[in-house]
């Protein structure tokens, strides 16, 4: 690419997102208008406990959460405009003092987010159409409303989304940092302590983010293993063994916390209980009788290895159970809590939406085909960027799966809520690989 052509390419880069980012800030109305659910209050609640102190870790709420609305220093506020989509009390947003800061911030932090991994990616590719291909299409993916709308609502999954886009551009720089040839030390080394930073509080956001964690944490001690380079990067080790303490912390705090317990219940009480044969082999686990005042103590010490081993050795149910309902689980891209006027800019954003977001299972099927594809060609290819694209690819996809089988197996209750986080991470993977894949055949073209 000729130097005059780098530049101009760069110069519509940066025209193409600051467009996109005008029409997510004028598109969606006021940056502070919210919406409650039933969750809200105990966000309240988290946030109630003092700074850094052990009830941030272990309550009902996660630590990112609680500190959020500790800081927003919500308490005593009272919530004006609350939506129940199960008893159809869905309403329209409003502007509500005191939790307007909550909103504005989220917004903010998703645009930046979006921003920050569509030009990351933008970056580590080669072909200039490539390049501006993918600014449009991340930058859009987390402007719709699939994504965009969760930033009015007063819970966890704005603050999900964007520190997973924040973490993905800053893993995705450190995973190109090492193969280059020459690095910057200084500039290393912070982008090193960004990422650890957005780990923790990502981490902290769900629990489910945890095992998305661990994924990271194992792919990158194999990496160890397979690639000399990274294992004489004493900053990457560090930030390698972060990421280990990380995960331990998170699921520590999870086991204290019990916040496992109402959804595992569910479990037991919907789909194993009713079940004379599922309860049986319980029961050779050591189940009491649920209705025996010993049941209670049982479930909080060993209920969470046994539902584990249940699914391990009736491998028919626990295929069966989830392809049967994929359909279901991929087919929402639209958050059910508050309703919009259906402007014109409405109308539009709702379309792209639906291409960018497909309601359908097809992705997930299109990923595991994409993948396969990236993995069968590192083989072929003998190029270090390649090889650190199959890596992120990785990375995502068995974070991806593993979260959506989490989200799945370990409530009965609002599942496609639980799963929602996995399936835009599928959707989000389709675009990425193919655009991954598209600079790669351009590149050997034009070789």
């Avoid at 941030?56 to 005593?76: C, E, I, P, S």
């Avoid at 909103?103 to 030009?119: E, G, H, R, Y």
């Amino acid at each position: 690419m000729t130097v005059l052509k780098k530049h101009g390419v760069n110069l519509l880069i940066w025209v193409i997102l600051a467009g996109m980012v005008i029409v997510r800030l004028t598109a969606y109305g006021d940056l502070n208008l919210s919406i409650a659910n039933a969750d809200t209050e105990t966000y309240i609640t988290g946030g109630a406990a003092p700074l850094f102190s052990k009830n941030m870790l272990t309550k009902t709420r996660l630590f990112t959460t609680n500190l959020f609305y500790h800081w927003a220093d919500v308490q005593g506020c009272e919530l004006q405009a609350v939506s129940y989509p199960a008893l159809q009390t869905e309403t329209y947003r409003a502007i509500q003092p005191c939790f307007d800061r909550i909103v504005f911030f989220q917004n903010i932090v998703s645009i930046t987010a979006w921003s920050l991994l569509a030009l990351v990616l933008s970056k580590r590719l080669k072909g200039g159409y490539e390049k501006l291909l993918a600014v449009f299409l991340i930058a859009a993916f987390g402007f719709t409303p699939a994504i965009a709308d969760w930033d009015s609502i007063l819970g966890s999954e704005s603050l999900t989304f964007s520190l997973f886009a924040i973490c993905v551009a800053l893993v995705l720089e450190i995973v190109f940092n090492l193969t280059a040839e020459q690095t910057n030390k200084k500039y290393s080394f912070f982008i090193y302590i960004l990422t650890s930073m957005a780990l923790v509080l990502w981490a902290f956001t769900r629990d489910a983010n945890i095992y998305t964690l661990a994924v990271l944490f194992a792919v990158s001690a194999v990496s160890v293993v397979i690639f000399p380079a990274i294992r004489k990067n004493k900053n990457l080790l560090i930030s390698i063994a972060t990421v280990f303490i990380i995960m331990v912390v998170g699921l520590q705090s999870a086991m204290l916390s019990r916040r496992w317990e109402v959804p595992l219940a569910n479990v037991f009480n919907d789909l194993l209980l009713p079940h004379p044969a599922r309860v049986e082999f319980m029961q050779t686990l050591g189940m009491p009788d649920p209705a025996s005042a010993e049941y209670s103590t049982w479930f909080i010490k060993n209920a969470p290895r046994a539902y584990a081993r249940f699914l391990l050795f009736h491998p028919g149910y626990t295929f069966t159970s989830f392809t049967s309902e994929l359909g279901g689980i991929f087919s929402e891209n639209v958050q059910p809590y508050f309703f919009s006027k259906q402007t014109s800019a409405r109308k539009a954003l709702i379309a792209a939406n639906d291409i960018l977001h497909p309601n359908t299972h097809l992705i997930f099927i299109l990923d595991i085909l994409l993948m396969a594809g990236l993995i069968f060609a590192v083989f072929r290819r003998k190029n270090k960027n390649f090889t650190a694209w199959v890596w992120l690819g990785m990375w995502l996809f068995l974070s991806a799966a593993l979260t959506l089988a989490v989200g799945f197996f370990a409530d009965s209750i609002g599942v496609t809520r639980h799963t929602m986080f996995a399936v835009e991470m599928f959707r989000l993977m389709l675009w990425m690989f193919l655009i991954i894949l598209f600079d790669q055949a351009n590149q050997k073209f034009e070789a």
